[in-house]
């Protein structure tokens, strides 16, 4: 495991305790964090973390080189001593991994050189500004030998995932439910973001449009009408629009429609019937086909994870 100050603690226990709970019977993994130095680094609200070996003199085999993600990532990665001792650590390693926007530190190493990826939804950009292929929705992505997970608690998901593959499926549920996880999520990082997540547009009379579907997603908003608002023919409006915002102008109206409609589910008690109307959805039933589509689950489903934690 590989640390460095400013790293988000759960990123490294999350995956530490699923390794430690597989040795409970008989030992199968052996963690040891490392840093530049070998000495301690600040966490998550300053917390201190010991290392036990240095990244510069480490020269025995490693099966898995696990990098962390927080707040700290720009800085190690570019620190090229630290993507140095990643990179000659990697040729011996059986399989590298990064946790968060630890992924984006094996960017910089170029370890994810023509693979795909993911890291936090919220730093997946960090990642396609490093020409990597990225994953957006991907709760965590293994291309080869290299392994990638979306933000913070998604370690535990990749770390389940490894012990999955290298001591099957039974050992992976129980230590799921000792930690009291799934062992496999629904749906995917969209229904965290519900933002939608698209291209930054620079042209001014997109944005304006963009803006306004947000404002009132229960408009009418056919090709015919945003080419119209964008002052454009609608034949060049469709390649513009695609080619700024990287979604055609119909996947983006659903996509501010499903983000109005989460909004109210984890608001309101309002019926499915009124949200699919207040969101621009003409039904409950049309309104569930999108959201299966754009975030992996159905309105009931997100109403349960995101409306209250259940205490009352």
């Given amino acids: 495991m590989v640390g460095y100050d400013r790293t988000a603690l759960l990123d490294l226990a999350g995956p530490v305790e699923v390794f430690q709970a597989a040795n409970y019977g008989e030992p199968r993994y052996e963690v040891t964090v490392a840093t530049l130095g070998g000495g301690p680094f600040t966490a998550t609200a300053g917390v201190r973390v010991e290392a036990g070996a240095d990244l510069r003199t480490l020269d025995r085999p490693i099966d898995t080189l696990l990098v962390v993600g927080g ?5 190690a990665a570019a620190d090229p001593v630290l ?3 990643l990179r000659r650590l990697a040729s011996r390693s059986r399989r590298v991994a990064g946790v968060c926007t630890g992924a984006v530190v094996l960017a ?4 994810l050189d023509g693979k795909k990826a993911t890291t936090h939804w919220a730093f997946t950009g960090e990642l396609e500004n490093r ?13 080869g030998q290299v392994s990638t997970s979306a933000g913070v608690t998604a370690g535990i998901d990749l770390a389940l995932a490894m012990v999955e593959q290298d001591h099957g499926p039974a050992l992976a549920r129980r230590i799921a439910q000792y930690l009291v996880v799934f062992l496999q999520r629904s749906g995917g990082q969209s229904q965290f973001s519900v933002h939608t997540r698209s291209k930054p547009v620079s042209d001014g009379s997109l944005r304006a449009l963009l803006d306004d579907i947000h404002a009132d997603p229960t408009r009418e908003w056919t090709v015919p009408v945003m080419a119209r608002k964008a002052m454009m023919s609608v034949r060049h409006f469709a390649r513009v629009f695609s080619r700024n915002v990287g979604v055609s102008p119909a996947q983006y109206v659903e996509r501010a429609r499903v983000e109005a409609a989460a909004d109210r589910l984890a608001s309101t008690a309002d019926p499915l019937d009124l949200v699919a109307r207040q969101s621009g959805f003409g039904s409950a039933e049309t309104l569930r086909r999108a959201f299966l589509r754009v975030l992996g689950v159905s309105p009931g489903s997100y109403r349960a994870r995101f409306r209250t934690t259940g205490v009352a």
């Fill in 108 to 111: 910089s190493a170029g370890l």
């Fill in 71 to 75: 707040w700290g990532y720009d800085d």
């Fill in 83 to 85: 993507t140095t001792n």
């Fill in 131 to 143: 020409g990597v292929e990225v994953e957006p929705d991907a709760i965590f992505v293994c291309d």
